[in-house]
């Protein structure tokens, strides 16, 4: 069965400080993934999303992820956080054969002025 | 843009009640879902449908139905709204394995 595992269930950085959150999954074969991220009291918002192209992925508001089949990883990245990256970040596996998702439990981002 | 619309995003309802909770999308996807998302919990799938007229049972159906008349528009129903029902309700939208979500409905029950 799939399933993800993000580690750091909260995550403080400072302003213009990177960013970096992990995520590693669990497939019997080769998934698509994503990432979500979810400002306080709103709906997911898609980040971005592999689905068997390039390995590094880029996404909105300079966010970008590396997939690494080796490592069964898609860890997300920014080189700089602002403070409106303040929010929860879900990263998410696809389910074989049934457009069904299998989230994480996501990284509470808290950043520091 | 893919856009997602929910009826409501805060409701407030009282025990027994039944609730009718409303998700519309506009870009002709063939797949619908409800979830609910509590603290601790993570997001959880309740129902699904791929098709008008056609649903899946998630994750926790127990105390949910739900409707699917027209491609756009899928509703999510407590028959008889229960305190542990107090929760945040997503719904999201699919073509294939990318989905859509909805501003969410924060519902209280008491």
């Known amino acids: 069965a799939q399933s993800v595992t993000q580690l750091d269930s909260h995550v403080s950085v400072s302003e213009g400080t990177p960013v970096l959150l992990r995520c590693n999954y669990s497939?019997?074969?080769?998934?698509?993934l994503f990432w979500y991220v979810q400002h306080p009291n709103k709906g997911l918002q898609l980040l971005l999303k592999?689905?068997?192209?390039?390995?590094l992925v880029k996404g909105i508001n300079g966010f970008e992820a590396e997939f690494k089949k080796s490592e069964t990883s898609f860890h997300l990245t920014k080189p700089s956080a602002h403070m409106s990256d303040a929010a929860e970040y879900f990263c998410?596996?696809?389910?074989?054969?049934?457009?069904?998702?299998?989230f994480g439990k996501g990284n509470q981002v808290v950043v520091i002025p | 843009d893919v856009k997602v619309t929910q009826s409501s995003r805060y409701l407030v309802k009282r025990t027994g009640e039944k609730v009718f909770l409303e998700c519309v999308q506009d870009?002709?996807?063939?797949?619908m879902f409800w979830y609910r998302q509590d603290p601790g919990l993570g997001l959880r799938l309740i129902y699904f449908s791929y098709d008008v007229k056609m649903k899946e049972k998630g994750d926790i159906p127990e105390g949910y139905s739900v409707s699917r008349e027209k491609k756009e528009r899928f509703s999510l129903i407590l028959e008889s709204a229960s305190t542990n029902q107090t929760s945040m309700y997503l719904c999201?939208?699919?073509?294939?394995?990318?989905?859509?979500f909805g501003p969410g409905t924060r519902l209280l029950v008491l």
């Open positions: 497939s019997s074969y080769s998934p698509s």
């Open positions: 870009m002709d996807h063939e797949n």
């Open positions: 592999y689905t068997s192209a390039a390995t």
């Open positions: 999201a939208s699919s073509h294939r394995e990318t989905q859509y």
């Open positions: 998410v596996v696809s389910i074989y054969g049934n457009n069904r998702l299998a």
